[in-house]
């Protein structure tokens, strides 16, 4: 059984930094793709990017240049630096994951591929 979960969640003021964690525990290992996503309140959920096992990342043109993933396969954890926070940053931010194999290029697009999810952590942001 594969478990994510999310921590680093936090109220920030407009133009500053936080860092989210995803820690996974179970078999996940660098056979494994995993994705960032976020949802704000009344919105659709949003693919951020994602990164395969062999450290290949993609980004959401949305989040390109200011938010940077990376991928430590030896302690199962994927982190998201989110840089130059903007109110419309605030949501549930969430990660997910499923064997690489079961997951077409770029899976972050394609979230119904990915089995496992996280419960989320909040981040806020405001002026």
């Known amino acids: 059984q594969v478990q994510l979960v999310e921590s680093g969640g936090d109220s920030v003021q407009v133009g500053g930094s936080l860092t989210l964690s995803c820690a996974a525990s179970?078999?996940?290992?660098?056979?494994?793709?995993m994705a960032w996503f976020r949802q704000a309140p009344g919105k659709e959920r949003e693919g951020m990017g994602g990164v395969d096992g062999d450290g290949r990342i993609s980004y959401a043109d949305s989040v390109k240049g200011r938010f940077t993933f990376s991928r430590d396969n030896a302690k199962n954890t994927l982190s998201l630096q989110m840089n130059s926070l903007k109110p419309e940053d605030t949501a549930m931010y969430y990660c997910?994951?499923?064997?690489?194999?079961?997951?077409?290029?770029?899976?972050?697009?394609?979230?119904?591929?990915?089995?496992?999810w996280g419960h989320g952590t909040q981040v806020t942001v405001s002026a």
């Open positions: 179970g078999r996940i290992d660098k056979r494994y793709y």
């Open positions: 997910a994951s499923r064997l690489t194999a079961f997951v077409p290029a770029d899976g972050w697009k394609f979230p119904s591929t990915l089995r496992y």
